[in-house]
């Protein structure tokens, strides 16, 4: 079985500030971990993906996430908020196959304040 | 090229009522799947359809139903719905191969009163 929590609801960071928002895993099986944002009436963006490879992962707008197996966790920051990451973001797993759900957790809800 | 689109955009709907949502994939996808995100929560997924089959089911009753076309294109039912089914619905698809990307459509809120 498969299950993420991200720690904290809510988080809020000054604008320039660092963001840093946490996800921890769970899975029986090597996992596919992702990190999406969802902007208020609109779907969710993929921002970035670890698959294989490359423990340290970039995606778009600046936003980076590290898997850390030991730790089970795929955090997922960026040097300086802008107020445009104001959002919610979702972490997912899901196993290594392209037909596999891919299970998200409860979502941060991101503030950056001028 | 358009994403993949849903409609409609909103619903409102009295319990015991059934819903039909419907989803077009991204040009070029043949998998889709949908989710349910409830109000403050995580999209969860109900199930993916690849060649006019369900392939994966999620832990939903057997109130949701669905179907694929020969264009892809996908429709999600609902019967009997209960004020738990608000939420909203979010179609994804992708193209069949390994690691490809799934793109989400902006969803369908349905509120059930």
């Known amino acids: 079985a498969q299950s993420v929590t991200q720690l904290g609801s809510h988080v809020s960071v000054s604008e320039g500030a660092l963001v840093l928002l946490r996800c921890n895993y769970s899975?029986?099986?090597?996992?596919?971990l992702f990190w999406y944002v969802q902007y208020p009436n609109q779907g969710l963006q993929l921002l970035l993906k670890?698959?294989?490879?490359?423990?340290l992962v970039k995606g778009i707008n600046g936003f980076e996430a590290e898997f850390k197996k030991s730790e089970t966790s795929f955090h997922l920051t960026k040097p300086s908020a802008h107020m445009s990451d104001a959002a919610e973001y979702f972490c997912?797993?899901?196993?290594?196959?392209?037909?596999?759900?891919?299970?998200f957790g409860t979502g941060t809800l991101l503030a950056v304040q001028p | 090229d358009a994403g993949v689109t849903q409609s409609p955009t909103h619903l409102i709907k009295t319990r015991g009522q059934q819903v039909t949502l419907r989803c077009s994939p991204k040009?070029?996808?043949?998998?889709v799947s949908w989710y349910q995100q409830a109000l403050g929560q995580g999209p969860q997924f109900i199930f993916q359809?690849?060649?006019?089959?369900?392939?994966q089911r999620g832990n939903f009753p057997d109130r949701f139903s669905g179907h694929q076309f020969p264009n892809y294109s996908s429709e999600l039912n609902v019967n009997a719905l209960l004020l738990g089914d608000s939420a909203l619905y979010l179609c994804?698809?992708?193209?069949?191969?390994?690691?490809?990307?799934?793109?989400f459509g902006s969803g369908t809120q349905l509120s059930v009163l």
């Open positions: 994804a698809s992708r193209g069949s191969a390994t690691n490809e990307k799934l793109f």
């Open positions: 899975s029986s099986v090597p996992p596919y």
């Open positions: 670890y698959t294989t490879g490359a423990t």
């Open positions: 997912a797993v899901s196993g290594r196959s392209a037909t596999n759900k891919l299970i």
């Open positions: 040009s070029g996808h043949d998998t």
């Open positions: 359809y690849y060649e006019e089959e369900e392939r």
